[in-house]
């Protein structure tokens, strides 16, 4: 079992930038990908990036390209989502999770197997 706890979060104007943190405990993430997703109220939980446990491939959903990077410290156990340039669309709550041996990158929140209980992040116009 591992347990992961985002931080990070908070509120930010827009064209502001955030940094989220998630840390895993429990066992090593080292071998798994990683995956950030947000969920706005009233709305489904959305992929927004993912990252390959050596961190040599991520991927992103279009409407973050250019303004998030996700990365990863192995050594501190540790995922990373930079934002910049946000926007009020981008206010959400946002969960790291551990994907699944053999998802290769997956958008979908099947494609992950443990969940962070989340951290808001709220974008003012």
């Known amino acids: 079992q591992v347990q992961l706890v985002e931080s990070g979060g908070g509120l930010v104007q827009a064209g502001g930038s955030l940094r989220l943190s998630c840390a895993a405990s429990?066992?090593?993430?080292?071998?798994?990908?990683m995956g950030w997703f947000r969920q706005a109220p009233g709305k489904e939980r959305e992929f927004v990036a993912a990252?390959?446990?050596?961190?040599?491939?991520?991927n992103y959903r279009d409407s973050v390209k250019g303004r998030f990077t996700i990365s990863r410290d192995n050594a501190k156990n540790t995922v990373y989502l930079q934002m910049n340039s946000l926007k009020p669309e981008d206010t959400a709550v946002y969960y790291c999770?551990?994907?699944?041996?053999?998802?290769?990158?997956?958008?979908?929140?099947?494609?992950?197997?443990?969940w962070g209980q989340g951290t808001q992040v709220t974008v003012s116009s």
């Open positions: 429990g066992r090593t993430i080292s071998n798994y990908g």
């Open positions: 990252i390959s446990w050596s961190g040599s491939t991520t």
């Open positions: 999770a551990v994907e699944r041996l053999g998802a290769g990158l997956g958008t979908t929140r099947y494609d992950y197997a443990y």
